[in-house]
């Protein structure tokens, strides 16, 4: 399967902005036998959480149709990161997916809102685990930037088969350590592709002035090996992934046959 991940530069609350840049990218920089592109989160806005009442999307009204629209003319699916979103008056951080035929694959909001960005202020946290889809009968899910830091989050669709989870994110340099050491281990662990998508750029939220959103999008194959990674500026990566060294990884460890919920604990 051959993935282009566009790590790009979000510029917060210029979504009119931001969507001539992504189409700009489709026009010039998709290659023609790519199979699926990857955009980073937040890619509306980005982190102008102070106007995103009035800012946000609704329902999807704006961000579907536009990607839908690139979806077809392009004859791509599209791992859409994410948007704000309004729903019955709440905000949320919605991920979402479209196949080349225009097809609503998949929408999720973010689970765990980042206390650091007081994000808890602004949106609200959805509360249903990330589930399984198919692209090109693959199945694969989608999870976004602060979720990675649980690994319960991903342990689910893995379970149930994706050969790849894809995260979107803006994730800052400060931990920028965090990030790589944390894509690694969920690949790891679950013995799956790992396929992270992230921006660069100013960080545009008033408690992290001066930090910088750090880059590094990357594709992690099954045994924690690091394919392709991108440094701290814009920059496309092109990568083919070989499905078939799931299968060969989760043969090798055979981590799911030896699982053993009947012991584990969770605190509550």
């Known amino acids: 399967m051959k993935i282009q991940l566009f790590q790009i530069e979000i510029i917060g609350g210029e979504v009119e902005q931001n969507e001539n840049r992504i189409k700009a990218l489709f026009e010039e920089k998709l290659e023609a036998d790519t ?7 937040m890619w509306n806005n980005g982190y102008d959480l102070q106007h995103l009442e009035e800012q946000a999307d609704i329902d999807l009204t704006r961000s579907l149709p536009f990607i839908q629209c690139l979806a077809v003319k392009h004859n791509v699916d599209i791992i859409a990161g994410s948007v704000s979103n309004k729903r019955e008056d709440n905000i949320y951080n919605t991920a979402f997916a ?8 998949y929408q999720k909001d973010k689970i765990h809102l980042v206390p650091m960005l007081d994000e808890h202020h602004y949106l609200t946290a959805g509360n249903d685990v990330p589930d399984v889809f198919e692209i090109n009968d693959t199945k694969v899910s989608q ?4 979720d990675l ?62 930090n910088t959103y750090a ?11 690091i394919v392709e990674e991108a440094d ?22 055979p981590i799911f046959k030896n699982l053993r919920p009947d012991v584990y604990k969770y605190a509550k």
């Not at 690694?184 to 992270?196: D, G, S």
């Not at 590094?216 to 194959?221: A, F, G, L, Q, W």
């Open 232 to 253: 701290n500026q814009e920059e496309i990566i092109t990568v083919e992934v070989d499905l078939q060294k799931v299968a060969e990884q989760q043969q090798k460890i």
């Open 98 to 105: 479209v196949s080349k035929t225009g097809e609503l694959l």
């Open 215 to 225: 880059g590094h999008s990357m594709v992690i194959d099954p045994n924690g090996n």
């Open 35 to 41: 199979e699926v592109v990857v955009i980073p989160e």
């Open 149 to 210: 830091r649980f690994p319960e989050i991903t342990r689910y669709p893995s379970f149930k088969g994706a050969k790849i989870i894809f995260y979107v994110a803006q994730w800052t340099t400060k931990n920028l350590n965090h990030w790589r050491s944390l894509l690694k281990a969920r690949a790891i662990e679950n013995c799956v592709y790992v396929i992270a998508c992230n921006s660069v750029g100013d960080v545009n939220n008033e408690n992290h002035v001066g």
């Open 143 to 146: 999870i976004i930037c602060y």
